[in-house]
């Protein structure tokens, strides 16, 4: 038993089987390593004997079993996606504190850069993050006439809607910022877009004439003075309504952590093209995008980061230690200014294996069918490590000899079995 697999997951893994190598060898720059464990692990992905598993078993009557692949977490995999997003979406819960006052901007790269920004990635890409943290205390200051720094969770995302390369930047920003000398914090009630998007096209090309020092970036930063007078391109989310927050993460989730085409956007595939469809931010349709195969693996390639490359980072005062310390400064000025907002933000757990299969099948996969008992944890296999944890051998070698009375059930679906729930795991691909 795995994750419920649409249909749509075998034309993926067959695009990738099918043209992965033609792929390399018409664009040399992805014949790496890297790439090709990141290809190998998705193809492998939901496979119990290659991805290693964990095995529950009825420990009553001894004839329930259910066995749960380990997932991949290939950047590139479309399956593992879903947990992915669940993840990340508690993630950035948990770093909201309540009672502040948040936004969402998005601080974006015109066109005439994005080629330029593909091919030095590599060196531009953490930069660019540093930069948007950088124009927004700049444009806080300027406001405030303060020297101010505010809280920011950044998120970078390489691909627009159809899966081109589109790099930009989703902050979720305090509204105003901490003023390090006074030891107050500001609140702003709003950010002048006309000064945002001219500080913003500022900051990011004096970041990429200093990071990428060729003539042909002066020559780019040159023309971007010229060709946009009124800055870049930015977004404000408007208003501050408390409610939105309890949604804060979940929405943007929907924006910055969703695959570059996601599985259940791809309609057919004949072997040499792929179509798909998606959602169009100009025309509010539904646009169909029909792709040689090679442009289609190109566009989903191109979004993976370097190993280890920090997609969410927390800047200013939204960095945990600072916060814990001002925090009640920030709710004391907030509250003059706002009156107190309370149960805003909604800390969302992250879901367990157990609680996302329930979700999408209804039903609980540690629960045997046989005698209505809850399953335990039996074994772990992993294709490196062999078997990591077994509960027949833990039983002969007298793990529970001590525990008193273990044939006396607690009542009808509860076992005196350590429950799968509490033994606490930190293999990759669990949780
Ligand atoms: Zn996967
Ligand atoms: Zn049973």
């Excluded at 692949?69 to 996606?81: E, F, P, T, V």
């Excluded at 993840?87 to 770093?95: F, G, K």
């Excluded at 599985?263 to 057919?268: E, G, P, T």
């Excluded at 169009?280 to 169909?288: A, C, D, N, Q």
Aim: with cysteine.
């Amino acid at each position: 038993m795995t994750i419920a697999t649409p249909p749509a997951w075998s034309v993926f893994k067959q695009i990738f089987t099918e043209h992965w190598d033609g792929f390399k060898r018409v664009y040399p720059r992805y014949d790496q390593r890297y790439y090709d464990g990141l290809v190998d692990k998705m193809l492998g992905c939901g496979n119990p004997d290659t991805m290693g598993y964990i095995e529950y078993r009825c420990l009553q009557c001894g004839k329930g079993t259910h066995r749960v692949a380990m997932s991949c977490k290939s950047s590139l995999c479309l399956r593992c996606a879903k947990v992915y997003v669940d993840t990340w979406v508690s993630q950035v819960s948990q770093m909201l504190h309540e009672g502040v006052i948040y936004r969402h901007i998005v601080l974006t790269v015109p066109a005439i850069l994005r080629k330029t920004f593909y091919q030095q990635a590599q060196a531009v890409l953490s930069p660019f993050m540093r930069c948007g943290v950088r124009c927004l205390d700049e444009v806080y200051s300027r406001v405030s006439g303060r020297a101010l720094k505010g809280g920011y969770i950044m998120v970078i995302q390489t691909h627009g809607r159809n899966g081109q390369y589109n790099p930009h930047l989703h902050i979720i920003a305090t509204s105003g910022g901490w003023d390090p000398q006074a030891k107050q914090w500001v609140h702003l009630d709003y950010v002048p877009y006309g000064l945002l998007r001219k500080q913003w096209q500022w900051s990011l090309l004096t970041m990429l004439r200093q990071t990428v020092q060729t003539q042909e970036m002066q020559r780019l930063v040159d023309v971007c003075y010229t060709r946009y007078r009124e800055g870049f391109v930015t977004n404000i989310q408007k208003g501050d309504v408390p409610a939105w927050y309890q949604s804060l993460a979940r929405y943007l989730a929907k924006y910055v952590v969703s695959p570059p085409i996601s599985l259940r956007r791809i309609d057919r595939y004949d072997g040499h093209r792929v179509t798909y469809h998606y959602r169009s931010h100009k025309s509010e349709r539904v646009e169909r995008e029909t792709v040689e195969v090679y442009t289609f693996i190109g566009r989903m390639v191109q979004h993976t980061f370097a190993k280890g490359f920090q997609r969410i980072r927390y800047y200013g005062v939204q960095a945990t230690k600072t916060f814990a310390k001002i925090k009640a400064m920030i709710h004391d000025a907030l509250a003059k200014v706002k009156g107190i907002i309370k149960g805003a933000i909604q800390i969302i757990a992250p879901l367990t294996y157990r609680q996302r299969y329930q979700q999408s099948t209804g039903r609980d996969p540690l629960h045997c069918p046989h005698c209505h008992s809850e399953m335990g944890l039996w074994r772990i296999w992993h294709p490196v490590y062999g078997v990591i944890h077994n509960e027949l051998e833990a039983i002969r070698r007298g793990k529970y000899a001590s525990q008193a009375p273990r044939a006396a059930p607690a009542g009808p679906g509860r076992t005196v079995w350590p429950a799968a729930g509490g033994i606490s795991l930190s293999l990759p691909g669990l949780r």
